[in-house]
């Protein structure tokens, strides 16, 4: 099973973009990645998904390149409210079954 | 809306006790998971479940059980409760099929085994 590799801590000024990057070196080949933040004492919140290339929504860009061997999750413009511990998943069906491991995550702390 | 319901916000429990944890889903979800959350640890997974009746160990499952007798409820039980199972527990459902997608998480319960 494919397993994460994520920064610890990453802090950044509102207003800047922030780039979270994960390794995940065994990657197979129905893998999925999907980010999900997480706010204290509450559950992870899905964030964005992709396969392959790049994938944008409203709140954030997802970033994969051609060997799918690291993934980037983009943060336009952050805000205080995005202070959170950002997590990179990697799963995805094997015979119609998942097995969804999550990495230590990124604590973002975003400064005034 | 989607919504997995965790029985429980904080629980205080006496070590030895028998300890059961639910968690409910209204989406029709195949797969169900039980993660713990520690400090400096991240979600670690205990067990999950792919289809009623079935379970598979994830990484930490010692110490831990099952039940899945219906497809929306998925329980977590320590069978003897002890210290180190302090823990934050989260349930979480994904959809079945072939494509990937989003995991629901619920809020979580704090669990305190004194």
């Known amino acids: 099973l494919a397993k994460t590799t994520q920064p610890i801590s990453m802090d950044s000024y509102e207003g800047q973009e922030v780039n979270i990057t994960c390794s995940h070196n065994?990657?197979?080949?129905?893998?999925?990645i999907t980010w999900y933040q997480q706010f204290p004492s509450q559950g992870p919140r899905f964030i964005i998904q992709?396969?392959?290339t790049k994938v944008t929504n409203e709140v954030a860009s997802l970033f994969i390149p051609a060997d799918r061997k690291s993934s980037t999750l983009s943060l336009p413009r952050v805000s205080l409210s995005d202070t959170a511990v950002y997590y990179c998943?990697?799963?995805?069906?094997?015979?119609?079954?998942?097995?969804?491991?999550f990495g230590t995550g990124t604590r973002l702390k975003v400064l005034a | 809306d989607v919504k997995v319901t965790q029985s429980s916000r904080y629980l205080v429990k006496r070590t030895g006790e028998k300890v059961f944890l639910e968690c409910v889903q209204d989406?029709?979800?195949?797969?169900m998971f039980w993660y713990r959350q520690d400090p400096g640890l991240g979600l670690r997974l205990i067990y999950f479940?792919?289809?009623?009746?079935?379970?598979e160990k994830g990484d930490i499952p010692e110490g831990y059980s099952v039940s899945r007798e219906k497809k929306e409820r998925f329980s977590l039980i320590l069978e003897s409760a002890s210290t180190n199972q302090t823990s934050m527990y989260l349930c979480?459902?994904?959809?079945?099929?072939?494509?990937?997608?989003?995991?629901?998480f619920g809020q979580g319960t704090r669990l305190t085994v004194v």
């Open positions: 998943l990697v799963g995805g069906s094997t015979s119609g079954t998942y097995k969804y491991i």
């Open positions: 065994n990657i197979a080949t129905n893998d999925y």
């Open positions: 992709g396969y392959k």
């Open positions: 989406m029709d979800h195949e797969n």
């Open positions: 479940s792919y289809d009623v009746k079935m379970k």
């Open positions: 979480a459902s994904v959809r079945g099929g072939e494509s990937n997608t989003e995991a629901f």
